[in-house]
């Protein structure tokens, strides 16, 4: 017979079983680690809170995403051999970031001036093109989900940067893609590469003159306050590959990444919609702030940049491969 106080011990040893429970079905969460390098108030970063938050509705929360911003886990390189480790489970890493995973084709889209307009741009992401060069990260073991657009790029520094001349011997920053460092070396520049996390600290103190980049990234790692000028060129295309480790993707349950596809769709779409006037408020608010004088290139400066720049095309396409730049550019003229 079930006496008081053996009822009320039930009830305990209940109690105790769910709250032992609770944390391990916590745990039974599937989590995305989702590392990235710049500030969250920036395309890619609130791309990736987007993502969150679908990602964990359409899964029911079957799905645990953590962001991890401002290379607060890792840096550039390491973020990449972390996640070939399953040490991170999705990156969004800058498509001039590929070369050293020995997929330099993703350097196509560094070529100065070959995307007159985001419109040109997604017809190469959005098509066949783009597609096929995500599949070659598959041999990598890597899955590439989705296009994430940043923006064009501005050069600064703390001289003015008018004409290719301007360039000459300016230590410049750049990501480790081949082609800016031929685009760096073309206006006489010395390109130094270095991770994102480490740019603001070497431009405070000298370490390099100038860098590139969008407004967006410039802005949220206050690199103006560091940068006396800064030319509105838009001469290259800084935008992303949202990739995952292939081992761990292909082994989620089938629901699951239903929902994860569905998740990934909606945040490219959210993430392009406002990579534009993200970029467009940064270069406001820097404008606002004083600190960086801001020019326009003239119609006849601007074509000195393009005659200097353009041998990058040809010089880049034994890397590249002749046949990714033909279908680039193929694709954006159609
Ligand atoms: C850079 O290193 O300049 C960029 O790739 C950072 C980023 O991820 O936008």
């Known amino acids: 017979m079930l006496t008081r106080r053996t009822l009320a011990a039930l009830a ?3 109690a105790l079983a769910l709250s032992l429970a609770a944390p391990a079905m916590a745990q039974d969460k599937i989590v995305i680690k989702f590392s990235h390098v710049v500030a969250p108030d920036t395309p890619k970063g609130k791309g990736a809170a987007k993502f969150e938050e679908l990602a964990e509705a359409y899964t029911n929360g079957a799905v645990d995403v953590e962001v991890y911003p401002n290379s607060q886990l890792y840096k ?70 989705a296009y994430w657009d940043n923006g064009f790029k501005i050069m600064s520094a703390n001289s003015p940067l008018h004409v290719p001349d301007d360039f000459l011997g300016l230590k410049m920053r750049i990501q480790s893609s081949k082609v800016l460092e031929a685009e760096m070396n073309a206006l006489g520049a010395v390109p130094q590469v270095m991770a994102f996390s480490e740019v603001y600290q070497a431009l405070q103190t000298g370490v390099v003159d100038g860098t590139e980049n969008p407004p967006s990234n410039m802005y949220t790692q206050k690199m103006h306050e560091v940068q006396k000028h800064a030319t509105l060129s838009g001469h290259g295309y800084l935008g992303y590959a949202v990739i995952v480790n292939k081992q761990f993707w292909d082994g989620l349950p089938e629901d699951v990444r ?40 003239t119609d006849e400066e601007r074509a000195t940049w393009v005659a200097a720049l353009e041998p990058v095309h040809e010089e880049m396409a034994g890397r590249i491969g002749a046949e990714t730049i033909a279908a680039v550019k193929a694709a954006v003229a159609e």
């Not at 006037?277 to 270069?283: I, S, V």
């Open 12 to 14: 305990g040893a209940t």
């Open 76 to 145: 550039d390189k390491e973020e990449l051999e972390a996640l070939q480790l399953g040490a991170v489970q999705m990156l969004a890493p800058s498509l001039a970031k590929f070369g050293p995973l020995g997929v330099q084709d993703f350097e196509v889209f560094d070529l100065p001036f070959i995307f007159p307009s985001y419109d040109a741009l997604r017809k190469v992401t959005q098509g066949e093109v783009g597609k096929a060069l995500l599949a070659k990260l598959e041999d990598k073991g890597i899955a590439g989900l």
């Open 258 to 297: 239903a929902g994860l596809d569905k998740a990934m769709a909606e945040a490219t779409d959210y993430a392009n919609s406002i990579a534009k006037e993200e970029n467009d408020k940064a270069l406001a608010a820097m404008q606002a702030a004083g600190t960086t004088e801001f020019h326009e290139l």
